[in-house]
């Protein structure tokens, strides 16, 4: 089925991937804070390509129900309802951002190979960038790992860290520095000199697969494993970071929403001072500060969207805003919930400590949220740098006449 920009159809697959997560997919949640395990993830994919909400992001001859990013947001919110949904819906990350990727850069042969696979969730990937110190993190132009040509095809050497997803990985995108700046190369696992070492635990447990340090030493790739054209890898990257970033709002917002009606819950049905605690004013300032953050998030995510599928260079801009903003408007919505909560809200009673662990990461990955400012404030200064530029040679030619 396709629901490519028909709203009746948009609606009906909210309502159905709403039903799906509240009958299907909540009831088989893991413990608060472990991951979901591999055979009962297929259960319920093979449960949600039945009820044909299955993968709703990616293209119809791909087996996805081939969705415009601008009518994204509802059914991937609907999807991180569940810290679990996502992946079993096939949205979750790193593989949504992969797959996007692959379908923007990769060549007819890549997409049969890796893109096929990976929608109909055949195998798992994971996004090799970020590096040990000294090497890239926030800073991208600190890439250390190289490639270099050798004959028939590309020798890869270095080290990288924090990889989501790596254990377990049929593929991985790996990020190499080349002689003219960076190239992205498709690299099989198994493929002799690759290996996945140390899990590095963090608070997050929604993706599988962790998140690993991944070692390449004299790892051999052939030439049709470059993905796109050669020392293209800093460029490609914003091409996946974009529509990654927002879709990471898109997901952590649903966590926020589900968040908050746990604490909604609570202060309707807790008395505390021979009142609700939903009718105490401070408790009040809580919910309403949460209900704000969410509707602005709602909104910063649709204007984003629709900047990145009409104008890629505004949708770029408008993509750090809305990161950073979700992302700390997400975790103070998790936080205003715990504290709503009292006691159990840091217990393991209520699974609220473990979203604080899942959304908490968002403000260091896809670009830490003081690069984003960083870049936001560059932004903004010469745009009015250019803007007074043009009042002066508008006022110049004026003067002229
Ligand atoms: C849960 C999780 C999953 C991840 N998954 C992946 C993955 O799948 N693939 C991958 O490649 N990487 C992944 N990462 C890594 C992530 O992208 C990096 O942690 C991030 O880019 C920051 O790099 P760093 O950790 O080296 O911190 P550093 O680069 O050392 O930055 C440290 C701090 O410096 C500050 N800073 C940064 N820029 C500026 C600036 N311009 N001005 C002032 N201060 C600044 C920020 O506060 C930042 O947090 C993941 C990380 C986590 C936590």
């Not at 920009?5 to 709403?18: F, K, V």
């Not at 860290?161 to 190239?183: K, L, Q």
């Not at 202060?267 to 949460?290: M, N, P, T, V």
Request: aromatic letters at 6%; charged letters at 25%.
């Amino acid at each position: 089925m396709s629901a490519t920009g028909d709203p009746q159809q948009a609606d009906d697959l909210l309502e159905r991937t709403r039903a799906f997560i509240r009958d299907t997919v909540i009831p088989a949640e893991p413990a608060p804070g472990t991951t979901l395990d591999a055979q009962e993830l297929e259960r319920l994919r093979e449960l949600a390509r039945a009820a044909g909400v299955y993968a709703p992001h990616l293209p119809v001859e791909y087996g996805g129900i081939g969705l415009p990013i601008t009518a994204w947001s509802p059914i991937f919110q609907a999807a991180g309802y569940s810290p679990i949904g996502p992946s079993v819906l096939g949205c979750m990350a790193p593989d949504e951002g992969n797959a996007h990727l692959l379908e923007k850069i990769g060549t007819p042969g890549q997409k049969h190979d890796y893109l096929g696979p990976l929608a109909r969730g055949e195998v798992r990937s994971a996004f090799a960038m970020t590096e040990p110190h000294p090497g890239a993190g926030s800073d991208p132009e600190a890439l250390r790992t190289t490639a270099v040509e050798v004959d028939g095809g590309w020798r890869i050497d270095g080290e990288k860290r924090y990889i989501s997803g790596a254990e377990g990985a049929g593929f991985f995108i790996v990020m190499a520095r080349t002689e003219h700046g960076a190239t992205m190369f498709l690299v099989d696992a198994g493929t002799p000199g690759l290996r996945v070492g140390r899990d590095i635990r963090t608070t997050e447990h929604a993706i599988a697969g962790g998140h690993s340090h991944v070692h390449f030493d004299d790892c051999r790739v052939g030439a049709d494993a470059v993905l796109g054209e050669p020392h293209e890898g800093f460029r490609y990257a914003q091409v996946r970071l974009g529509p990654a970033r927002l879709t990471h709002c898109m997901r952590w917002l649903g966590l926020a929403r589900r968040s908050l009606d746990i604490a909604l819950d609570r202060a309707e049905s807790r008395e505390l001072f021979g009142s609700r605690l939903r009718d105490l004013g401070l408790a009040q300032a809580l919910i309403a500060d949460s209900v704000i953050d969410i509707e602005a998030s709602d909104a910063l995510i649709a204007s984003c969207a629709t900047a990145l599928a009409t104008d890629p260079r505004e949708g770029a801009r408008l993509s750090s805003i809305a990161k950073v903003f979700c992302s700390e408007a997400i975790v103070r919505v998790v936080d205003r919930a715990i504290q709503l909560c009292g006691g159990d809200g840091v217990s393991d009673d209520l699974p609220l400590a473990s979203y604080w662990g899942e959304v908490r990461p968002f403000r260091i990955y896809d670009g830490a949220n003081e690069t984003h400012r960083w870049a936001i404030a560059r932004r903004a200064s010469s745009a009015r740098r250019r803007a007074m530029a043009a009042d002066a040679d508008a006022a110049a030619a004026g003067g002229a006449a």
